[in-house]
């Protein structure tokens, strides 16, 4: 069956940066776009960012434009976040999804019904 895993989550001051991974198995994964999702307590989930099957195109929240960036190693399964400068307000569980799809723009992806599997997500604490 479809596992993703996420993984690098964690507790860090404000400025400081994370890389979030996210392993894929049971999928052609080279055929699949993905995307990264994150949940505060109380609010509901929101879009980070997302990447196209090839890597080739990314879209992403204006919340996080200049700071995070998505990437994906197709050789490896994987989707990563890099997430530099955080703040507090980007304290959050953050979840990766998979979508298969070898179409993309930046409209697309955006919305939790896009995608059809997810991860169990991994927390991200950022101290002030």
């Known amino acids: 069956q479809v596992q993703l895993v996420e993984s690098g989550g964690g507790l860090v001051q404000a400025g400081a940066s994370l890389r979030l991974s996210c392993a894929a198995s049971?999928?052609?994964?080279?055929?699949?776009?993905l995307g990264w999702f994150r949940q505060a307590p109380g609010k509901e989930r929101d879009f980070v960012a997302a990447?196209?099957?090839?890597?080739?195109?990314?879209n992403g929240a204006d919340s996080v434009k200049g700071r995070f960036t998505i990437s994906r190693d197709n050789a490896k399964n994987t989707v990563y976040l890099q997430m530099n400068n955080l703040r507090p307000e980007d304290t959050a569980v953050y979840y990766c999804?998979?979508?298969?799809?070898?179409?993309?723009?930046?409209?697309?992806?955006?919305?939790?019904?896009?995608?059809?599997?997810w991860g169990q997500g991994t927390q991200v604490t950022v101290s002030s």
């Open positions: 990447i196209s099957w090839s890597g080739g195109a990314t």
């Open positions: 049971g999928l052609s994964f080279s055929t699949y776009a």
């Open positions: 999804a998979a979508r298969g799809s070898t179409s993309f723009s930046v409209s697309m992806f955006r919305n939790t019904y896009d995608y059809d599997y």
